[in-house]
């Protein structure tokens, strides 16, 4: 399957490429053969990441984020965390004043927010650099709503993470022809 009809068929489904990316930047990093010898597999995992080419910070899909969980090296980590799934949620606004405290060598570390008036805070496991997934799944809970959830393809250390309805979600597996997509579940 060519890589555009690939892209329509995951735009139909919620995953569209983000205002202003295209085609050609998808092959700036992999090129055509990789996206079409089998189908879906690399398109799925590039949607989360940025583009590869200047200027930074842009992204393939803004309902999508590629996760290394292995990503915590002091303060502000989880500040950035919940600024992706704020993101990839479309709900930039959902969560504020959000503040951590990480202190690796301590083993201490915290996050706190508002979320719909409530305050929270969250103590996190200290795991070398490694994100605690408990957490994580606590602020994705708070951004969870209208149907729509986070879905995991998982690869190793890392995930990609989609922002999609359980109908969604059973097309893109249909799609695939596997079960790819998992609801998250820390």
């Not at 070398?128 to 951004?143: E, H, I, S």
């Not at 995991?152 to 969604?168: H, I, K, S, V």
Request: aromatic share 10%; hydrophobic share 40%; with cysteine.
């Amino acid at each position: 399957m060519n890589l555009e009809a690939q892209l329509a068929g995951l735009a139909d489904l919620g995953l569209p490429l983000a205002a202003g990316r295209t085609v050609d930047e998808l092959l700036y990093s992999w090129p055509r053969e990789s996206y079409e010898d089998k189908p879906f597999d690399v398109l799925l995992y590039v949607l989360g990441c940025e583009v590869e080419a200047e200027p930074w910070g842009r992204r393939f899909c803004d309902r999508a984020w590629h996760f290394d969980t292995e990503c915590v090296r002091g303060a502000g980590s989880y500040v950035a965390i919940v600024g992706q799934l704020c993101r990839t949620a479309g709900r930039q606004d959902a969560l504020t004043d959000v503040r951590d405290h990480v202190d690796l060598g301590a083993e201490e570390a915290w996050i706190e927010y508002r979320a719909g008036g409530r305050e929270r805070r969250w103590d996190i496991e200290v795991r070398d650099d490694w994100a605690d997934l408990m957490t994580v799944g606590y602020v994705m809970d708070d951004l969870e709503g209208d149907g729509h959830r986070f879905y995991a393809r998982r690869n190793g250390q890392a995930m990609t993470l989609y922002f999609l309805t359980e109908a969604e979600a059973d097309r893109l597996n249909g799609l695939v022809g596997e079960r790819l997509v998992t609801p998250f579940l820390g």
